[in-house]
């Protein structure tokens, strides 16, 4: 997969290489520490900063949002003797795979966030499930890291929790079950850290409904 972030031209062309050349090499330098702490994204194949390319390894799957979007069966093809079913029943129940997937989420996030990385913008576009494999299984990758950034804050990683939680509240009606999930494997991973990022987020929250209400 090759990313290019194209010139802008109405910026001053130094400043403007200036802030490719950042961004670049910051998407590449969260992407390579998660890499070394073992959360699953994808691999880097090439980085030119200053031509604003970024090539990563192509992930053979589909987002999470596309898996949980339509209320129907989805079937990645992967071989002729495998095939992965993934359901949304009319009720709204959350079906063994559906918690599979969801506490998938939820420990990656955790792994990310104990090396300290920040991502900025987590929705379910933004997650893939691997096509399965027999030696590894099912997988659940993190892409687009071009907000990302490196922080140890309580408040950043409650806020990135808050994003996807609106995420979900926004793209995936009656979905309060599903990022339950997300939190209580978020809080397996975590650990003791879990306490205080928990009370941050509900900060988070009662800021986010303050803001609404005034519009």
Not at 177 to 182: D, E, G, I, K
């Amino acid at each position: 997969l090759l990313k290019y972030r194209f010139h802008k031209q109405y910026r001053h062309p130094s400043l403007d290489t200036s802030l490719t050349k950042s961004r670049v090499a910051g998407e590449a330098r969260a992407i390579i520490r998660c890499l070394r702490h073992g959360v699953n994204v994808p691999g880097i194949r090439m980085v030119d900063a200053a031509e604003g390319i970024l090539v990563l390894e192509w992930i053979e799957g589909q987002s999470v949002r596309y898996l949980l979007g339509g209320g129907f069966i989805v079937r990645i093809r992967c071989s002729p003797w495998y095939a992965l079913q993934l359901t949304t029943s009319p009720s709204g129940m959350i079906t063994l795979l559906e918690d599979a997937v969801m506490r998938m989420i939820g420990s990656e996030i955790a792994k990310m966030h104990r090396a300290d990385v920040i991502h900025g913008d987590l929705t379910t576009s933004n997650m893939l499930l691997r096509r399965p494999n027999p030696p590894k299984g099912l997988q659940l990758v993190l892409i687009d890291f071009g907000l990302a950034y490196t922080s140890a804050l309580v408040e950043d990683k409650a806020v990135d929790l808050y994003v996807l939680e609106r995420a979900f509240a926004s793209t995936h009606p009656a979905s309060e079950s599903l990022f339950a999930s997300v939190l209580k494997a978020y809080e397996e991973r975590m650990g003791r850290d879990w306490k205080a990022i928990s009370r941050r987020l509900d900060d988070v929250r009662l800021r986010g409904r303050k803001r609404s209400m005034v519009g």
